[in-house]
């Protein structure tokens, strides 16, 4: 007999979250807090969706998230987590960049940007800051013609090592590019240049486990190995979710699954307007990633070239290079002991985009030439940085999209949700069918770590409204009163 | 609640979300966004709470009177009349 992972679960609940990204998580605490009684089912045997991490041999964890992003996490971890998870962020204080055009370390904030752009790319002060007010003051409610690249082309023309710099950390934050609405630019970039990037002491290992924790003392019921393969709906209302060929009741489904597959798997087209489908047929899937993870053999030790480092050999910068199989630009996350206190061990994982067609219909004999290859040109790059680093190294594997898939299920094994016009979908999703709801990585605002959060936030206030509006009054005063 | 009780309520709202701000020198008059360090996610968590507290729905179409002390105190007094004070 198989294990039964649903032993114990209740007949029904206020709401059943789908997926246990950031967004579901944080999204099923809240409610929780605010009184309903929440189911967290997740497919896979960790928990974080693409926040999360596996153990080697070797004593290695590697995490699979790269690790860095703004300081309002700190704000959202402490009001819907709680202060022991938001006092182990800490901040990340050597970013480097290494390409044909410039080589520099910074501490990736306003202040310090301001004076780069200055002093070695030679801008007025005056368009520098001009620049900072405008992508500051950009709101969701902005123009969605201008693109980023229309921004930068604005303030600095022709300069493409300029663009370079303010748009490469990005695309590798959430997948945008210069084709992309300004907006989308403006909101997540303005949030890094507030005080810079930051992440958990610990490692993404240890933050899970303190918001499992959490869950648990808020009475979330959290489960994994639980694939849900069905959303139940009659008459356009939400039922509940078929999971592991068991039913489960629920006034509100909040899927946490990629918003595409919600839409045409988990619900079912049939049950959505036409209106509405056409929208959805106009929603663009972002892109993949590859990432190659690197075990440094304990008692080793490597000398330390920086936090995040974007490193490209790429002449001139284009957002369509990063994403060539053979690309020569790629993100190196660098695990110092002080990152995993306790562990003593480094590691380094290799981030770059990467397009799913491009590794998804390779015969297995292709596949893992065009692996080992990635994992080579990884190496050599990295050489230039810690010179001998294949000597010290014990454990090596890669990812690609088609690794991304089977874990996270999402269609074309995406890293980074949609384009922007998925969030619109996203937020019309409950006008379709009363109940339903989605909290995942859409319109590329909503994507990333703080983005996850808090769009898991902005839904569970939803889900708590639909909820209080569809119980009977004596129960709304019962809540109301404990 | 009396108007004086709705600014209280307000007031016990924002120190619970904003815990390291000091409130004694707030301004009636001035956008609370301008004196203190909110964000748009901080005015969801004020409706958040008001639905908490006293089950009291604001409209999405309603947040812009949420924008100042004096604003809210106006927009919330009649629509919390019936309720008692929640600490």
Known sequence: MPKNW??????????????????????????????????????????????????????????????????????????????????????????????????????????????????????????????????????????????????????????????????????????????????????????????????????????????????????????????????????KVVKGVRVNGREIYSDAVLSNSNILSTINKLAGREHFSPGFLEEVSKVRLNDSSCQVYIGIRKGETIPNVGDLLFTSEEEEFTSEALLEPRTKSRTFSFYYPETRPGLNQYAIVSSTNARYSDWADLDETEYMRKKDELVKETLDCLEKYVPDVRSKIDHLEASTPTTFKRYTRHPGGVSFGTKFEGLKVSKDLPGQIAGLFHAGSVGIIMSGWLGAANYGVIVANEVDKFLRSVRKPEEKLEIVNV | MTSEEVRKSILDIIADIAPDEDLSGIQDEVKLRDQFDLDSMDFLDIVMELRKRFNLEVPEADYPQLVTMSSCVEYLTPRLKDHQPVG
């Open chain 1, 6 to 235: 649903l032993k114990g679960v209740n007949s029904a609940y206020d709401t059943i979250i789908i997926g246990s990204g950031l967004g579901g998580m944080t999204a099923g605490n809240l409610l929780a807090k605010l009184g309903h009684r929440v189911l967290i089912l997740e497919h896979h045997y960790n928990f974080g969706g693409l926040a999360t991490w596996f153990k080697r041999k070797g004593g290695h964890i590697l995490d699979i998230s790269l690790h860095g992003f703004p300081i309002g996490m700190i704000k959202t971890c402490r009001k819907y987590w709680s202060k022991e998870v938001a006092d182990s962020i800490v901040r990340l204080k050597n970013i480097r960049f290494d390409n044909p055009q410039f080589s520099f370390g910074t501490t990736f904030d306003k202040e310090d940007f301001t004076q780069l752009m200055r002093d070695r790319f030679g801008v007025l002060r005056e368009t520098v800051d001009d620049f900072f007010t405008t992508v500051r003051g950009m709101n969701f409610f902005d123009d969605l013609s201008m693109t980023t690249r229309d921004l930068f082309e604005k303030f600095f023309p022709g300069r493409n090592d300029i663009h370079r710099l303010l748009m490469e950390p990005i695309t590798y934050a959430n997948g945008s590019t210069l084709n992309d609405p300004a907006i989308t630019y403006g909101i997540v970039f303005s949030n890094f240049m507030d005080k810079g990037v930051y992440t958990f002491k610990g490692g993404t290992d240890q933050l899970i486990k303190k918001m499992k924790k959490e869950l648990k003392k808020n009475g979330v019921d959290v489960r994994n190995h639980c694939l849900v393969d069905k959303i139940l709906i009659e008459d």
